[in-house]
């Protein structure tokens, strides 16, 4: 079991508590563009929130390398990259009338595409059963495609955040801080990682 989590109780409470707070987000970044019609709003706070909640599922685990408390989050980790995953569904399907008859959107339609199947294939994996199938060793190694889904989403998004639609979207300069965020903490966690190893190896 990799999180040990047997009572089926446990688990819908804690998705309730995790899709609860992707609600409230959605709902919150709805009210954010009272100016847009409805249908825009909704698909672009279901975006915004997509990002959100991949931000969020990717840099628990950096955290918790970094900074002791924060492993009490970590196992958070699955609920969170779920309710990406239906946030990013939920995304798809409000725009997917408009993704197929704008010109123009080719690569980015892609990039997304991809990103959603493999976030998919993440939640649907997303489990004890899952791992216990597949393995430790083969779950993590396509787990760690969590952060390739994380750059195909940033390139899908900062192609609409800055060049088709660049003067009406607040949310370009969150989206750069989460962009710029998850990378930095990556690699802090990786120094961080080396640098006991190498402690342990002299010792």
């Known amino acids: 079991m990799l999180l040990g989590i047997k009572s089926k109780k446990t688990l819908f409470y804690r998705h309730l508590l995790v899709g609860s707070l992707a609600i409230a987000l959605v709902y919150l970044f709805w009210l954010s563009r009272p100016g847009l019609s409805y249908d825009v709003r909704l698909w672009r706070a279901l975006g915004d929130a997509t990002f959100s909640f991949l931000f969020i599922t990717l840099t628990l685990g950096p955290l918790a390398k970094l900074w002791a408390r924060a492993s009490r989050l970590a196992p958070w980790r699955r609920e969170t990259g779920i309710w990406f995953a239906l946030l990013a569904l939920s995304h798809f399907i409000r725009v997917i009338g408009y993704a197929l008859s704008e010109p123009d959107i080719a690569l980015p339609r892609l990039l997304g595409l991809i990103a ?88």
Do not use: C, E
Not at 127 to 143: C, E, M, Q, Y
Not at 194 to 201: G, H, N, P, T
């Open 116 to 203: 959603l199947s493999w976030a998919l294939v993440l939640a649907l994996t997303s489990s004890d059963r899952a791992v216990n199938f597949l393995g430790i060793s083969s779950w993590k190694w396509l787990h760690h495609g969590a952060y390739i889904i994380f750059y195909l989403a940033a390139l899908h998004a900062s192609y609409f955040l800055f060049m088709r639609y660049p003067d009406d979207n607040w949310f370009r300069y969150p989206f750069l801080v989460m962009a710029l965020t998850v990378p930095i903490l990556q690699a802090s966690a990786f120094v961080k990682t080396v640098i006991r190893q190498r402690r342990q190896d002299w010792y």
